[in-house]
């Protein structure tokens, strides 16, 4: 991967004006992604994973919404494009696949419709190619008979069923990076398996990058190639995968390890590992914007000169004057590794298998 | 689909048949004989006897509602106290009166709600937010009447552009009949569009606000097909509905505004019938109102199914 990277965050900040100041959620977010490489967000909720990913391409509320610093997409930088200049970004050069399938789908509309009216903006193709086309992408995402589908609407699919549809919309215009946020959080964890496992063989296939948002730093260990963990809108640790699970650095991410539920013993859910809340972006302490929750810290410097990031050899960065102790460190890497157990073989059969419950998770439609 | 259709159906006529039974109540739970009460001063021995035996009222209670319900679906609802007159027929003569200001007042309704709560939802906060806001509190918190009673004294008393009051046919002269329609309308559909402007702005709102509208944005989607496809269309159903409920509640309930333009409305003729304790033709008001509100809902529901395929398919 020593190729350049089709995408390049430089200094994004976003911000909201909110009634009570300014919310500075994302500040300063730098990082590359390279073609088929896999880049992990994780941090937990509110630490600006969502927002930093929609505002490259603008889809948060602009204005409460303000954005600055580069979002080099290969030649073109984001930021100052217009709206209009934007649609041809959107869903075409980066693809999105968001959280709950039960809601990213228009409920009145049959599902290749929804999978099509992208396509129709973005490529020139007739009518029939375009049908081809979609029949092709719900095909490769794992829906038996497509071509008997395209009509169904989609609380005629179970939540696995629609997030696979989610899926071929976000990939649907070949996208040089497809953004999956959090794409199997609303899933159960078989289905959430087959999703991981979709995404990958997809990425294979189609050489896209991937950006995986996630709360979970026990499903990044199999699927990411490098690692971003955010706290209060900033990267505190990054690295490739396996130099962040031989020994984690930062106190944030030893947490966030600790915090995780270990195989086979889910009582050991030790939420309180890492004591108290993420601070409120319109009031971000002084200092380490960690360290009020911080289990490591030792003296009076964190509470009042900001940690810079650092790179401490091989790519491996942390924002912190500390690190944790090897011991300590690995024993919450070694406990917070889950590897995905890719689901046996062929995925058409589970995908058939998966019809079968189609009502699954479609009792609120 | 069919099978909805048929499930509504079914519904629909036997709510009719349980509001059948709550009518004919009516004319046995008014103390006393109510044709002796209609007929109060102006007493007479022999009308007494041809109204009692014409309401069926010397016979037991199960054979009497059979029968008023037989005579009813062939279109027989008795006749009047106090005139003697069909009650069918003085319905019928009624019924095109408040027809047609319900549905003018529900349009008049709809062309001001339409634009005022999409143009206040798409402005959130802004401006012409506030001024729809505004309109629409004021709008449903003063009484439809005194509007009336404004317009009259605007249009008839002071600039003698219409005529203050009454009601002429459209097909017998209808410029007549516009000009004498105008006021009720506009003050009947002036508080139905507060109304409606309000579900308008929440049903567009919640559109917006949903997550897969969003997800329309991030497929590179132009705004005005993703407001088209993705927000209108979806705030159709909830709009829908409400228009028609409006519609139904109109039909049943424009008493005053019928009284303040003397307009001879169902309204006006209800009104009537329970001063002058004239219960067939009550009975008769009561029951072409309910049947029309529930034909209405039933239209407005497999409308809504028209436009939701979870419902269709359910
Ligand atoms: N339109 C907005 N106006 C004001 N604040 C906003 C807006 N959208 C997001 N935020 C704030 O931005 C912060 C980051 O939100 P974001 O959705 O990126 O979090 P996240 O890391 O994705 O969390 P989660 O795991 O819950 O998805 C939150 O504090 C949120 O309140
Ligand atoms: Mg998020």
């Known amino acids: 991967m020593a190729d350049d990277p089709i995408l390049s965050v430089r200094d994004l900040h976003v911000s909201f004006r909110t009634k009570r100041g300014l919310a500075r959620v994302v500040r300063g977010l730098d990082y590359d992604l390279h073609a088929g490489e896999t880049l992990a967000i994780v941090g937990e909720s509110g630490s600006g994973k969502s927002v930093s990913t929609l505002a490259m391409t603008k889809l948060i509320p602009m204005p409460p919404g303000q954005v600055s610093g580069e979002v080099w997409l290969g030649d073109d930088d984001l930021v100052p494009l217009s709206e209009k200049h934007l649609l041809h970004y959107r869903g075409r050069r980066i693809g999105y696949v968001f959280q709950d399938p039960m809601t990213s789908l228009n409920p009145v509309h049959p599902i290749g419709r929804q999978l099509t009216e992208g396509m129709r903006y973005h490529l020139e193709l007739s009518d029939e190619e375009i049908r081809e086309r979609a029949i092709d992408l719900l095909q490769k995402v794992g829906i038996p008979s497509p071509e008997k589908r395209l009509d169904d609407y989609p609380h005629q699919f179970s939540g696995g069923m629609r997030q696979r549809v989610v899926i071929a919309i976000g990939l649907s215009c070949d996208p040089e990076v497809l953004v999956a946020d959090e794409a199997t959080t609303a899933l159960d964890v078989t289905t959430q398996a087959q999703i991981v496992e979709l995404i990958g063989r997809l990425q294979d296939e189609l050489g896209m990058g991937v950006i995986w948002i996630t709360h979970d730093l026990g499903v990044v260990a199999g699927i990411a190639d490098r690692v971003l963990v955010m706290y209060a809108g900033q990267v505190v640790e990054a690295a490739d995968v396996d130099a962040l699970y031989a020994r984690p650095r930062h106190p944030y991410t030893v947490g966030l390890m600790r915090s995780l539920p270990v195989l086979g013993d889910l009582e050991r859910r030790d939420l309180a590992s890492i004591p108290g809340l993420p601070p409120s972006p319109t009031a971000l302490p002084e200092g380490c914007a960690f360290h009020p929750r911080c289990a490591f810290r030792d003296d009076d410097r964190c509470a009042t000169e900001a940690p810079p990031l650092r790179d401490i050899g091989d790519g491996h960065l942390i924002r912190s004057f500390y690190e944790v102790p090897e011991e300590i460190a690995q024993e919450a890497a070694a406990e917070a590794r889950i590897e995905i157990e890719p689901p046996d073989a062929d995925d058409v059969g589970d995908a058939a298998a998966e019809v079968g419950s189609r009502s699954g998770r479609g009792g609120e439609t | ?314």
């Open chain 2, 1 to 314: 689909m069919a099978g909805y259709v048929a499930k509504r159906v079914a519904q629909s006529l036997l709510a009719l048949l349980g509001v059948s039974v709550v009518v004919f109540a009516l004319i046995h739970l008014v103390p006393g004989d109510p044709v002796r009460t209609a007929l109060g001063t102006r007493f007479d021995q022999e009308l007494y006897e041809v109204l009692r035996a014409r309401a069926g009222l010397d016979q037991p209670l199960v054979v009497q509602y059979f029968d008023w319900l037989f005579r009813a679906l062939q279109g027989d609802l008795g006749v009047s106290f106090r005139t003697g007159q069909p009650v069918t027929e003085a319905l019928m003569q009624r019924l095109p009166a408040t027809a047609l200001l319900a549905v003018s007042a529900v349009l008049v309704g709809l062309v001001i709600a339409l634009p005022a709560g999409i143009i206040s939802a798409v402005r959130q906060g802004k401006v012409s937010d506030y001024v729809a806001n505004a309109f629409s509190q004021i709008g449903v918190s003063i009484p439809d009447f005194w509007y009336g009673i404004l317009l009259i004294l605007l249009f008839a008393q002071t600039l003698r552009w219409l005529p203050p009051f009454g009601y002429t046919s459209l097909l017998e002269d209808p410029v007549d009949g516009l000009q004498r329609l105008i006021m009720p309308a506009l003050t009947t559909g002036v508080v139905t569009g507060a109304i409606l402007t309000r579900f308008v702005r929440s049903s567009v709102l919640e559109a917006m606000n949903s997550e897969h509208v969003r997800f329309a944005r991030a497929k590179g989607l132009p705004q005005r097909h993703v407001f088209r496809h993705h927000v209108l269309r979806n705030a159709w159903n909830p709009i829908v509905t409400i228009t028609g409920l409006q519609l139904g509640t109109l039909l049943g309930g424009i008493v005053v505004v019928e009284v303040v333009f003397a307009w001879p409305g169902i309204g006006r003729l209800a009104l009537t019938a329970v001063e002058r304790r004239d219960y067939p033709v009550l009975q008769g008001a009561v029951l072409l109102i309910a049947a029309a509100f529930l034909i209405i809902n039933l239209v407005v529901d497999l409308l809504y199914a028209k436009l939701d395929p979870r419902i269709r398919s359910s």
